[in-house]
């Protein structure tokens, strides 16, 4: 594999990740809709290794990753506006992935009627603010992605569009 495809693989990785947690978002709404009946509670597992696996590892990669690229190569204020409200999205989000780990690690009884409703709670926020954050990157952070690719495949000869010090 050449470097340019192996640079462009944030890209494809990004896509990937969008169309998983897709996927798994749709059967997490599902799962809430039983979320009250005692067999819900065998899924909890591996909804927890989504999280894990998909939700953290997906936004990891973007903030340590994607973000910083397009950062360093288009700092127009649109792009580190779009930038910083996708990550400020991230932590309200995780902070209710954790939450909802800890409780699932801690072992919750099916019976337990207020974990119940705290657990569901939780979830159903997850997946609200999940959907409206995917939906904000498929409509304006894919599109810059794919507009820029360069910067993926090939960063020292893409032209730097830096405008400016980099806000935070």
Do not use: C
């Amino acid at each position: 594999m050449d470097k340019g495809a192996r640079r462009a693989d944030p890209l494809a990785r990004l896509l990937r990740n969008h169309e998983n947690v897709s996927e798994y978002v749709e059967n997490l709404e599902k799962i809430l809709t039983f979320f009250y009946d005692a067999g819900a509670w065998e899924n909890l597992k591996p909804i927890e290794a989504f999280f894990k696996r998909d939700v953290i590892a997906h936004f990891a990669f973007e903030e340590q990753t994607v973000f910083p690229a397009l950062r360093a190569r288009i700092a127009t204020p649109d792009v580190l506006k779009l930038l910083d409200e996708l990550t400020a999205e991230h932590v309200p989000i995780l902070v209710m992935v954790r939450e909802f780990i800890r409780i699932v690690s801690d072992g919750p009884s099916a019976e337990d009627k207020e974990l119940r409703r705290k657990l569901y709670g939780i979830a159903r926020e997850i997946i609200d603010r999940l959907h409206d954050h995917a939906s904000k990157e498929d409509e304006r952070l894919l599109p810059l992605i794919r507009e820029n690719l360069a910067i993926f495949t090939n960063p020292a000869d893409s032209t730097q569009r830096r405008l400016g010090p980099r806000s935070r």
